[in-house]
């Protein structure tokens, strides 16, 4: 009998699976489009051609891309939704150097090989887009502005937002320059080198924030939002921080558990918290 039953069930699950591929592929026909996508993690820092990016002391968010040949100094940050691809060519970024939100960063390979390089406290503002171009010691680069293959902007130089540097273009030293194609504006004042300076000052602090936050562990997460209300909804004079003890069954480890949400939250488990 159970060998007739188990024939059976073995059959009925096989027509049940074939049932279920037949309708997926009658789905995949009707889909307007049929790809089906597959589920990757996300990688901050990918290795490409059996090279991995160099990083000393750099922060990363959580949503940028490094991927292949790319050597970024220390203090530098890369910030949210940024790419900086060395694939066709090498990438280098200098000490204490921003590349802000949405940046693209690419090297050429044809019609000739350009690297990218971009030196030590220079600011590449959001959606800046820099390609096969070299970017020396303090430079800025406007939100949204794009340098092209073979191109340079020099020492304390500053192109305008939106603006594009041709290819094979030069920007000199500590000159303004904006507009599409890129020319000469004017040169940059005093008031302007000691704010680019105090950006870079500003970037770099606002960077270790954002890595102090990216690096908590969920039990720190919890120990702030517990702070928070408690300041929040009560008088400073009431508020006191958990004890360690207090705080390891708010968190809900017990008995050595380090899990979310209370263990073994019965009258014998509080027994033997009471022994210990």
């Not at 940046?103 to 406290?121: I, L, Y």
């Not at 302007?192 to 270790?208: D, K, P, Q």
């Amino acid at each position: 009998m159970q060998a007739v039953f188990g024939g059976v069930q073995k059959g009925v699950s096989k027509v049940i699976r074939v049932t279920g591929q037949a309708l997926d592929k009658v789905g995949q026909a009707l889909e307007t489009n049929p790809h089906v996508d597959r589920l990757l993690p996300q990688t901050q820092v990918t290795k490409l051609r059996g090279v991995t990016p160099q990083l000393n002391g750099v922060f990363v968010a959580s949503s940028a891309t490094i991927v292949g040949n790319v050597k970024i100094g220390a203090n530098s940050s890369v910030m949210y939704g940024a790419v900086i691809r060395g694939d066709d060519n090498s990438i280098t970024i200098g000490e204490s150097s921003t590349i802000g939100d949405r940046v693209m960063v690419h090297a050429s390979k044809h019609p000739k090989p350009a690297p990218t390089v971009v030196g030590s406290r220079a600011v590449i503002g959001s959606g800046a887009i820099l390609h096969g171009c070299t970017i020396e010691d303090g430079a800025v680069i406007g939100e949204g502005a794009q340098v092209l293959d073979k191109s340079k902007v020099g020492a304390q130089a500053i192109l305008a937002a939106g603006s594009i540097l041709a290819s094979n273009k030069e920007v000199p030293p500590r000159q303004v320059w904006g507009g599409i194609p890129a020319k000469f504006q004017r040169e940059v004042t005093t008031e302007e080198l000691e704010a680019m300076a105090g950006v870079v000052e500003e970037n770099i602090a606002v960077a270790r924030l954002h890595a102090e936050e990216s690096a908590k562990s969920w039990r720190a997460i919890e120990t702030d939002e517990l702070d928070f209300d408690q300041m929040d909804s009560r008088s400073a004079e009431y508020y006191r921080r958990l004890a360690p003890e207090d705080l390891m069954k708010r968190l809900g480890e017990v008995e050595g558990h380090d899990h979310p949400g209370r263990i073994l939250d019965s009258n014998v488990s509080a027994k033997l918290e009471e022994k210990n």
